[in-house]
């Protein structure tokens, strides 16, 4: 039996408003945010943009110092922040699903964290560290009796980033820690029992029961940190302002400020498409790694 017209157009109904959300607001601005990266264009001077070619791609490389610093900045934040949360994520799940006293407690202290808008924590970590007045520098002083320890860890260089990493992680480990207590609450007790028929101790179990059996938590962690990392901008931007000088510029930072500071859309497209394919690549090489080397170890073999 053969189908009308009406019949025959009623998918299309469905599924055209959807197309036409990705193709208005996603297709068409990376395509046109592609072509600008290859442009001059001031959207308050210029009619138009001027095709220039690969010039801003070898500008970013080249001759720009502040691109660079994003660069070396959002890697190392990246890097620090990819290896706390994963390593720390995952002692935090295997010590909460332990028989651990106040367990409740500490899982709603990791938890909660989420639910507070990352803007409103940084401007809180920005009052806690505050050199005249800030709760750190007097507990440093008054109750540890380390004054050395107490100075402006915002406003020192040396020390800024790592501010933002630690505000970074106290956000979002909760996240990643669910990830990993639902990882181990698909592992069978059978195995950890044949384990430590076997002999083996805690540490063992989690280096060849534990970690080898959260393949997926590990990709889905791994994934998160690896974009939570590079695309970081909130903290930098209402904490730091990316500074001091440029200490805690991101490349997430740089292209708001190429593009609404200075009115370089096409500087700041460019940076968006380094920014993604760094994301990208990142996140290939995470891949090939947890494909490889996320095998599950037999419980027989723990010794």
């Given at each position: 039996m053969k189908k009308g017209k009406g019949q025959t157009l009623i998918p299309y109904l469905f599924i055209g408003p959807a197309a036409v959300f990705l193709v208005v607001f996603i297709t068409y601005p990376l395509l046109h945010s592609l072509y600008l990266s290859f442009t001059e264009f001031n959207f308050i001077y210029d009619e138009r943009p001027a095709f220039v070619g690969l010039a801003n791609y070898i500008r970013l490389f080249a001759v720009d110092?502040?691109?660079?610093?994003?660069?070396?900045?959002?890697?190392?934040?990246?890097?620090?922040?990819?290896?706390?949360?994963?390593?720390?994520?995952?002692?935090?799940?295997?010590?909460?699903?332990?028989?651990?006293?106040?367990?409740?407690?500490?899982?709603?202290?990791?938890?909660?964290?989420?639910?507070?808008?990352?803007?409103?924590?940084?401007?809180?970590?920005?009052?806690?560290?505050?050199?005249t007045f800030g709760i750190f520098n007097f507990v440093m002083k008054e109750y540890l009796g380390m004054p050395g320890m107490a100075r402006n860890w915002l406003g020192n260089p040396r020390t800024a980033l790592y501010v933002l990493v630690l505000v970074s992680l106290w956000k979002f480990m909760g996240f990643t820690t669910i990830i990993f207590l639902a990882g181990l609450g698909s592992i069978p007790r059978d195995i950890y029992e044949a384990a430590r028929i076997d002999g083996a101790n805690w540490v063992q179990e989690l280096i060849w029961v534990t970690i080898p059996n959260l393949k997926e938590a590990f990709f889905l962690a791994s994934l998160y940190g690896i974009i939570q990392g590079i695309k970081v901008y909130e903290l930098p931007y209402v904490v730091t302002g990316g500074g001091p000088g440029t200490a805690t510029l991101t490349l997430y930072l740089y292209i708001w400020r190429a593009a609404f500071g200075y009115f370089d859309m096409g500087l700041a497209s460019s940076v968006a498409y380094v920014t993604s394919a760094l994301i990208l690549m990142c996140s290939g090489l995470m891949l090939m790694v947890t494909g490889e080397r996320g095998r599950q170890v037999d419980a027989q073999k723990v010794l």
């Amino acid at each position: 039996m053969k189908k009308g017209k009406g019949q025959t157009l009623i998918p299309y109904l469905f599924i055209g408003p959807a197309a036409v959300f990705l193709v208005v607001f996603i297709t068409y601005p990376l395509l046109h945010s592609l072509y600008l990266s290859f442009t001059e264009f001031n959207f308050i001077y210029d009619e138009r943009p001027a095709f220039v070619g690969l010039a801003n791609y070898i500008r970013l490389f080249a001759v720009d110092d502040r691109f660079k610093a994003a660069l070396k900045n959002t890697m190392l934040f990246a890097l620090l922040y990819f290896v706390l949360v994963v390593v720390g994520s995952l002692l935090i799940a295997v010590l909460l699903i332990s028989r651990l006293r106040w367990r409740d407690f500490f899982q709603m202290a990791v938890v909660m964290p989420i639910i507070v808008p990352l803007s409103l924590a940084g401007v809180m970590f920005t009052w806690i560290m505050n050199p005249t007045f800030g709760i750190f520098n007097f507990v440093m002083k008054e109750y540890l009796g380390m004054p050395g320890m107490a100075r402006n860890w915002l406003g020192n260089p040396r020390t800024a980033l790592y501010v933002l990493v630690l505000v970074s992680l106290w956000k979002f480990m909760g996240f990643t820690t669910i990830i990993f207590l639902a990882g181990l609450g698909s592992i069978p007790r059978d195995i950890y029992e044949a384990a430590r028929i076997d002999g083996a101790n805690w540490v063992q179990e989690l280096i060849w029961v534990t970690i080898p059996n959260l393949k997926e938590a590990f990709f889905l962690a791994s994934l998160y940190g690896i974009i939570q990392g590079i695309k970081v901008y909130e903290l930098p931007y209402v904490v730091t302002g990316g500074g001091p000088g440029t200490a805690t510029l991101t490349l997430y930072l740089y292209i708001w400020r190429a593009a609404f500071g200075y009115f370089d859309m096409g500087l700041a497209s460019s940076v968006a498409y380094v920014t993604s394919a760094l994301i990208l690549m990142c996140s290939g090489l995470m891949l090939m790694v947890t494909g490889e080397r996320g095998r599950q170890v037999d419980a027989q073999k723990v010794l």
